[in-house]
């Protein structure tokens, strides 16, 4: 392959607060090459090379959603969808997460490997972190992925089985949740703080971090205290039920332990909101806030195909945070460069920098203006592999 050259009026590289004006990006063969100001990469270029000028145009890097289920379908019967999932619908669901200018998507539950499987696959699309089948107890939530275990012995071996299937990381479903019928609910722990800390033991043995789904208070402090690496949904609901239990202490340690939070709200959150009613919407966005407070570091995700949340609009999904008050360049580095540290890729992508993977986007306008032109996509570069979009 040639090389690639774009130019736009800026290119943010990453991390908030750089900005190249009359910036210019080059890559090569899923590589980026150089990135800095046009008049200096111009004449580096090889003679050979494509160029592609976007005039008016932002480029960034490409976007991270930190949770999905691509085996799900948004239609609200997951076990169904999982049951029936083909790599037809994983392809059709991978490409409009790329259309929403996601390159890189962290599966956190498939049923059997199927998403594991998929990234085998498929060199083209999304860069998919996969964690393979939940790990769940007896009848808990998410059981029908087929991911349960009951005590230390089958945690652990669950853990190395998923380890064989190919994980990237290592999900745990610490808390109940709402999809599975006649299970613990949302606030009820399914495992002791020592059941989450040898699967966080084991998982480590095989260089893997742990994901936790908790939405109980108690789930999240076992969580934090087991030492995984991201908190899912991270809801703070109180044992019992009955509204939130906001323990400064528990925040506290899951900031000092570096412990990322994942609150993973749909595209539609304003649908979300609006069924909570005014006063619940400001007393669970007020949660954001306090996390943000007590210096937890916040990744988004949309867990899409769960519930009604859909595999497009993600620059939809970002806008929650700006109606919480985060900045701009902020909310971008949390898409990008930060969700790449939390998921370990770092040294892969989230930054647009030499030698890191071809994973860009053009959009219209800028994005440090208006968050919305996240959504107005010109060009979506997937490990140097592109896609142009039309835009309305
Ligand atoms: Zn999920």
Redesign the pocket.
């Known amino acids: 392959m040639p090389q690639q050259l774009f130019t736009a009026d800026q290119v943010l590289p990453g991390p908030a607060g750089e900005r190249i004006r009359d910036g210019a990006v080059l890559f090569q063969d899923g590589t980026l090459l150089l990135v800095g100001p046009r008049a200096d990469v111009e004449h580096l270029v090889s003679p050979t090379a494509e160029r592609h000028d976007f005039p008016g145009g932002t480029i960034l890097p490409g976007l991270i959603n930190c ?3 691509l085996v799900f379908d948004a239609c609200g019967d997951p076990a169904r969808a999982a049951a029936d999932a083909t790599h037809a619908d994983l392809v059709d669901r991978a490409d409009r997460l790329l259309c929403s200018g996601v390159t890189t998507v962290r599966d ?2 498939d049923r059997d490997g199927l998403a594991i499987q998929f990234r085998n696959q498929r060199p083209r699309g999304p860069r998919i972190v996969a964690s393979g089948p939940p790990i769940t107890i007896p009848d808990g939530h998410c059981w029908f992925l087929g991911g349960t275990a009951d005590g230390e012995a089958e945690l652990r071996a669950r853990v190395r089985h998923n380890a064989e299937l190919g994980a990237d990381v290592i999900k745990v479903m610490a808390s109940g ?1 709402q999809i599975t019928p006649n299970s613990p609910k949302m606030w009820d722990n399914q495992f002791t703080t020592a059941e989450l800390t040898a699967i966080v033991d084991e998982a480590s043995k095989a260089g893997l971090p742990v994901a936790a ?1 908790a939405h109980g208070t108690d789930a999240i402090a076992a969580a934090a205290d087991a030492g995984v690496a991201t908190i ?2 991270c809801t703070w609901l109180r044992d019992g039920g009955g509204g939130y239990d906001l323990r400064d202490d528990v925040a506290a340690k899951i900031a000092e332990r570096r412990i990322f939070a994942c609150v ?1 709200w749909p595209s539609d959150w304003r649908g979300f909101m609006n069924r909570l009613g005014t006063a619940r919407a400001d007393l669970v966005g007020s949660r954001f806030e306090w996390m943000a407070e007590h210096g937890i570091r916040m990744i988004p ?1 949309t ?1 899409a ?2 519930g009604s949340s859909g595999f497009d609009d993600y620059a939809g999904a970002l806008q929650l945070y700006e109606y919480l008050g985060f900045d701009r360049a902020d909310i971008i580095e949390m898409a990008t460069t930060l969700s790449a540290e939390a998921l370990g890729l770092g040294n892969i992508t989230g930054q647009l920098a030499p030698g890191l993977a071809a994973d860009i986007l053009v959009v219209e306008g800028d994005p440090l203006r208006d968050l919305a032109n996240l959504g107005r996509l010109r060009r979506v570069v997937a490990k140097g592999q592109t896609t142009s979009m039309t835009t309305a």
């Open positions: 949770h999905v289920h956190l539950g949740g789904h899912e949904h993973a995700g867990d195909g769960a």
